[in-house]
């Protein structure tokens, strides 16, 4: 278990949104948060949640199809994260925060 929390406070993930024109990665780092906890995985989650928005370029329009594109983008890149998360070992309850 030592291990496992060494290995995840030293680690950050990597979002990569998939765009049309171009695709960008931002880090998001953990390193300061207790994952294992429900706080720290709630911090986690907004982190993530949050660099997905910057990195798909949340839109101001209000058109359905940008809407439906930005979300695609930002459901790809919390699912990737998601998934270099428990690729790390993170706990489930971390994964389910997001």
């Known amino acids: 278990m030592i ?3 060494k290995t995840l406070a030293a680690a ?3 979002l990569l949104a ?3 024109a171009a695709a960008e990665t931002v880090t998001v780092s953990y390193a300061d948060l207790d994952v294992t906890t429900p706080a720290g995985a709630a911090v986690l989650a907004e982190r993530v949640k949050s660099s997905a928005d910057t990195v798909c370029g949340r839109p ?3 058109d359905l199809k ?3 594109d930005w979300q695609a983008c930002r459901d790809a890149a919390i699912e990737a994260a998601t998934t270099e ?3 790390k070992g ?3 309850a971390t994964l389910a925060a997001l």
Do not use: D, G, I, T
């Open 3 to 5: 291990n496992l929390l």
């Open 85 to 87: 998360l428990a690729r």
């Open 60 to 62: 101001e329009s209000r």
């Open 90 to 92: 993170a706990p489930l």
């Open 66 to 68: 940008v809407l439906a």
């Open 12 to 14: 950050s993930l990597s």
């Open 18 to 20: 998939v765009a049309p």
